[in-house]
Structures are given as structure tokens and as C-alpha cells.
């Protein structure tokens, strides 16, 4: 393989500052079906499940439970939004992002450093307090938007060079991984039959599931036909067209890979790592998924997609 014509510390900066402006996206996203959920329960104590649910999901809920006895609306979105301690929150992402971003300031345009540091700027001047209500449903609106700023300054003013590649693995290896968790997070009601969890289930949650990944009204106009497990799971897995399903973010992936190759002229483990994720999907049916176990295939897919990110650090000489 060629001499890399990007410093390791430029590439990990670029591609940890994509995953940080996404993760802050799907925190946002998590939070805001976990909440939805937790408003429309109808049994005693199923609003602190379903927040403990998506944050079982999110893999933050023993840091959570470390400094809080109750999980409610107002705790949980404090701990997932501006809690310091918490690596994931909103403000430690937009954070991080911002950082990374002053580290590799030449290697962005100003479209893309002035998104995420305005983010930063505006963000860090909310008061927590005031943020409850109609008003966290603002901001969860407001955080996703931001994302989208930055991706759309991204995709609209950079080189297409090993710069952008870096950046895209970073922004789809984080959005499969939640993606992953969305469907992990209430995998039991995507389970063929409903009766296995004790009947039918609330057509809220059907569109909660899929309003977390922008999803509801496009899976109408794929299906024509009201929510069935099969197909909400076939749509955020297996749907090549549907932006943020497990196979339409590791083809990016994928491809993005195979520019790297093109650019430093040779095969990686990062390589390796993408081809048995793509193995997974490629040519498989929510049949052999349902009797494999969704949750088992689940918590491999994301084992598997974390791989890909030590993959890059270890041929890519991240620090």
C-alpha cells in the first residue's frame, strides 16, 4: 500500500467528527420514541420501562442508573441531553464534533466549520430548565436539523477525496449502529407472532418505531399496507432505498471503502471488516433473520459494524 497522503490524526478527526454529528442526531432520535412511548403507555410504571428500554438500547442506561433512582421524562432528557458526564449526550457529541472539527480546521470548508460551530454556539446557550414540554420536542426538531446542515454542507463543498471517504464511514458506520439499536431497542414487537408478548400491539408504537428513523410515511409508499412486523423489520434492514436501513448504510460503506483503496492503491483490514457485515445482509430474508432471532442477529450486526470502526483505526494509523 502507498504512503498514506492523509495524517492518521486528520482521518480519525474527520471520521470521529461525522459519527459525533450523527450520534447527536440518533440521541435526539432515541430519545424522542423512547419519550413518545413513555407518554402513551396505559399500564403503571410503562413510561420508566420504555425510557429504560431506550436507553438499555443506547447503552447508557448503568451510567444513568450510577446517578439517578428514577428514570422520568425530566431525568432521562437531561441525562441524554446535557448531562457533562455522559459521553453520549447531545452537548458531550456536539462537543466532541466541535473539537475534532478546530483540530482538522485547513481540511474543512467554511461551510462545514461554520455549521457545527454555530451548533455548538447556540446549543451551549440553552438552559436545561426551560427545556420541557413542547419545548424538548423543539429542540429534539433542532438538533436533527443541525445534523442535516452539516451533512448538507459536507456532501455540497468538499473534495471528493480521502477526506470525504473518512467522513461518510464515520457518518454511516454511526447511523447503522443506530439503526441497529432502534429495532434492538423493542425487538419484541417485531417478533412474528404478537402473541408470544401478550397480544396485539398499539399501532402507536408501530409508527414511533419508524418515526425514529424517519421512516412512517415513506414505508407507506413502499408497502401500501398498515404496519406488520415483517415489513418494518425488511424496511430498516434489508431495503436498499431506504436511507438509513442496515443494507443502504453498509453499501455506502462499502463503496466509500473501495475509494480508499482506489486512493492509497490497497486492501485493508477495514476491507475485511465491511465484507462480513455486508455478508450478513446480502442476500438474506427476514425469514432466516426471524428464525435466527432478531435480537441475536441484531447485537451481531452491531458487533460486527463496531468492528469496522477498529478496522480503519488499526490500518489507517488513527491515534
Not at 458531550?92 to 461551510?111: E, H, Q
Not at 424538548?136 to 438538533?143: A, D, N, S, V, Y
Not at 460503506?253 to 455486508?278: C, F, W
Amino acid at each position: 500500500m502507498r504512503v498514506a497522503t492523509m495524517l492518521g490524526r486528520t482521518a480519525q478527526n474527520l471520521y470521529w467528527l461525522s459519527r459525533y454529528v450523527e450520534r447527536a442526531e440518533n440521541m435526539a432520535r432515541m430519545l424522542e420514541v423512547g419519550y413518545r412511548m413513555s407518554l402513551t403507555s396505559r399500564r403503571e410504571g410503562g413510561a420508566s420501562e420504555h425510557l429504560m428500554s431506550m436507553m438499555r438500547a443506547a447503552e447508557i442506561d448503568e451510567a444513568f442508573n450510577a446517578t439517578h433512582k428514577v428514570a422520568d421524562s425530566a431525568t432521562v432528557s437531561h441525562f441524554m441531553l446535557f448531562d457533562e458526564e455522559n459521553p453520549s449526550s447531545v452537548r458531550s457529541c456536539l462537543l466532541a464534533a466541535r473539537t475534532n472539527a478546530r483540530s482538522v480546521r485547513t481540511a474543512l470548508t467554511i461551510d462545514m466549520w461554520e455549521s457545527i460551530n454555530t451548533a455548538w454556539l447556540e446549543f451551549s446557550q440553552i438552559k436545561p430548565r426551560e427545556v420541557t414540554g413542547g419545548k424538548l420536542q423543539e429542540l429534539l426538531q433542532w438538533i436533527k436539523q443541525v445534523s442535516h446542515q452539516y451533512r448538507g454542507a459536507l456532501l455540497s463543498t468538499i473534495l471528493r477525496d480521502d477526506g470525504y471517504a473518512f467522513s461518510q464511514i464515520g457518518n454511516f458506520v454511526e447511523r447503522a449502529d443506530n439503526t441497529a439499536r432502534i429495532l434492538d431497542m423493542k425487538y419484541y414487537v417485531l417478533l412474528p407472532s404478537a402473541t408470544l408478548v401478550g397480544g396485539d400491539i398499539d399501532i402507536q408504537q408501530w409508527t414511533l418505531i419508524l418515526r425514529a428513523a424517519s421512516a412512517h410515511r415513506s414505508y407507506r409508499h413502499v408497502y401500501h399496507d398498515r404496519y406488520k412486523a415483517r415489513n418494518i423489520a425488511d424496511y430498516l434492514i434489508l431495503r436498499p432505498e431506504m436511507p438509513r436501513s442496515l443494507i443502504f448504510c453498509v453499501n455506502w460503506i462499502n463503496r466509500t471503502v473501495d475509494m480508499l483503496e482506489q486512493i492509497y492503491g490497497g486492501r485493508t483490514a477495514g476491507h475485511d471488516a465491511v465484507a462480513g457485515v455486508a455478508a450478513m445482509l446480502e442476500g438474506n430474508n427476514m425469514d432466516r433473520i426471524f428464525a435466527y432471532g432478531l435480537h441475536e442477529f441484531l447485537t451481531e450486526f452491531i458487533a460486527r459494524n463496531n468492528r469496522i470502526s477498529e478496522a480503519l483505526s488499526e490500518s489507517y494509523n488513527f491515534y
